[in-house]
């Protein structure tokens, strides 16, 4: 699994839109790039899955340039209940069975 | 929409006592998972099962650990003799497939060891 770097934290306010990025440099041909999001004693879960390019579905958007060596989960119009911590994962969808998260960015947005 | 399941939220044990951590994994699923969150650390990855056996399993998944799944709904984690050092957030997780991103998670049961 590609080794990924994230900012340690972020503060943000209510209605602003929130862009984290995660370098991924070592990425291989074969790895996506998945972002988690984790409340409070709660377990992970899924927000978005990309290769390249964009993908946007209800929660958030995913940019990733055409090296792939970086990406950004954007969150539009963050509300306080997006608090959390988001992890940025690369591997290969088709093997290996488990999922190594790293230290994550912690999210704090403020009223 | 389909969740995991996970009992109980929170227990308390001595240590050297055997706790046993139960899941309901999600019922389609084939791939189940066990994680732990210690207070303020990142999720790490304990062990994975499928089709009834170990796939993988981490450094933290010594011989005090153990999982089963002895009927065709629960998946259960087992800490023989319990730590000081066991006391987390153990996450149970299944998943469909063995890809990155398919898992979804239990809200957890938080262990203390005194």
């Known amino acids: 699994l590609a080794k990924t770097t994230q900012p340690i934290s972020m503060d943000s306010y209510e209605g602003q839109e929130v862009n984290i990025t995660c370098s991924h440099n070592?990425?291989?041909?074969?790895?996506?790039i998945t972002w988690y999001q984790q409340f409070p004693s709660q377990g992970p879960r899924f927000i978005i899955q990309?290769?390249?390019t964009k993908v946007t579905n209800e929660v958030a958007s995913l940019f990733i340039p055409a090296d792939r060596k970086s990406s950004t989960l954007s969150l539009p119009r963050v509300s306080l209940s997006d608090t959390a911590v988001y992890y940025c994962?690369?591997?290969?969808?088709?093997?290996?069975?488990?999922?190594?998260f790293g230290a994550g960015t912690r999210l704090f947005v403020k009223a | 929409e389909p969740e995991v399941t996970q009992t109980p939220s929170h227990q308390v044990t001595q240590m050297g006592q055997e706790v046993i951590l139960r899941c309901v994994p999600i019922?389609?699923?084939?791939?189940f998972y066990w994680y732990r969150q210690i207070l303020g650390q990142k999720v790490e990855f304990l062990v994975s099962f499928y089709n009834n056996e170990i796939s993988e399993k981490s450094e933290i998944f010594d011989d005090q650990f153990s999982v089963e799944r002895p009927d065709g709904s629960n998946f259960t984690l087992k800490i023989r003799s319990t730590k000081l050092e066991d006391s987390a957030m153990y996450f149970c997780?299944?998943?469909?497939?063995?890809?990155?991103?398919?898992?979804?998670f239990g809200s957890g049961t938080r262990l203390t060891v005194v």
């Open positions: 070592n990425i291989a041909t074969n790895d996506y």
């Open positions: 019922s389609n699923h084939l791939y």
């Open positions: 990309g290769y390249k």
């Open positions: 994962l690369v591997g290969d969808t088709t093997g290996g069975f488990k999922t190594i």
């Open positions: 997780a299944s998943s469909p497939g063995g890809q990155i991103g398919s898992h979804t």
